[in-house]
């Protein structure tokens, strides 16, 4: 963990023409999610995030675009590996104990969730000092479009807050190698209201940087995320309309660029 976050500091201190090698911009244009960048700029006036990132796919293994990865420092690739590897094992971990809360038949009842082919990323986030924290947020307020995130948060710095009843509440800097772990707002569709996806935010620091490493667990894109069958009833009813999760994911920037959540347009 340690070594991971030290290589991804030493690739975001690289200078920008070598970062923008594993460019998130196609030919300099066209946008996509992988690779080195920040969000779409839709508009001349919006307001970016003050922010570095580092977006990459991790799962399905056979399905990772190592040329986005970055080369330098070369203990990256095979720190990321190993990463993923056992974060895998506390995500599968926390949902089969999330399924047992549910009273699911099974714990693999949430895991069964996600398809053939779900996806995880890796986003690496880099928060350079800020002269004017007042002005801007590391990131934006929004809550993650996954079912799960697994968060490694800077040891040293705060920056991560959390809103409860109209209070944004703030996240101190853990250390001792600790996870935080957010539920997506999937999982709350999946499991019809009971886990919620809370609204979150990133500020800024005036005179220190800011590490820090996401890991998000997805659906398979084509399938439709929805409340689990197992969980409806006459009593309890659907709340939530069935999509895409290729859709929704798409839907979910739109929102964002909003500053709304998505889930918002699905209940029912």
């Given at each position: 963990m340690d070594g991971l976050i030290a290589a991804s500091r030493e690739f975001f201190r690289e200078p920008l023409e070598e970062k923008r090698a594993y460019s998130n911009l196609i030919g300099g244009k066209q946008w996509q999610?992988?690779?080195?960048?920040n969000d779409p700029v839709k508009t001349q006036d919006q307001i970016m995030d003050w922010s570095d990132r580092l977006h990459l796919r991790v799962e399905p293994e056979d399905e990772r675009n190592l040329d986005r990865w970055p080369g330098h420092?070369?203990?990256?690739?095979?720190?990321?590996?190993?990463?993923?590897?056992?974060?895998?094992?506390?995500k599968d971990g926390i949902l089969r104990a999330m399924a047992r809360l549910l009273e699911l038949g099974e714990d693999d009842g949430i895991l069964n969730q996600f398809g053939d082919k779900g996806t995880t990323y890796a986003r690496f986030n880099y928060y350079p000092a800020?002269?004017?924290?007042?002005?801007?947020?590391?990131?934006?307020?929004?809550?993650?479009?996954?079912?799960l995130t697994l968060l490694l948060m800077d040891e040293h710095v705060a920056g991560l807050q959390v809103l409860r009843?109209?209070?944004?509440?703030r996240v101190p800097p853990v250390r001792d190698h600790t996870l935080l772990v957010n539920v997506g707002v999937s999982l709350e569709i999946m499991s019809n209201?009971?886990?919620w996806g809370p609204v979150h935010r990133v500020v800024t620091n005036s005179e220190k940087e800011r590490t820090s490493l996401a890991m998000f667990y997805s659906t398979d894109l084509e399938k439709e995320v929805e409340p689990i069958a197992e969980l409806l009833g006459e009593k309890q009813p659907a709340r939530y309309r069935k999509i895409k999760f290729r859709n929704?994911?798409?839907?979910?920037?739109?929102?964002f660029s909003k500053r709304e959540r998505v889930i918002e347009s699905l209940k029912i």
């Open positions: 999610l992988e690779g080195y960048g420092p070369e203990s990256f690739r095979g720190l990321l590996h190993e990463y993923t590897a056992s974060c895998k094992r506390v800020c002269p004017r924290p007042d002005l801007v947020l590391g990131i934006r307020p929004h809550s993650d479009v996954c079912v009843d109209g209070t944004w509440y209201g009971v886990f929704f994911v798409a839907e979910h920037y739109e929102y």
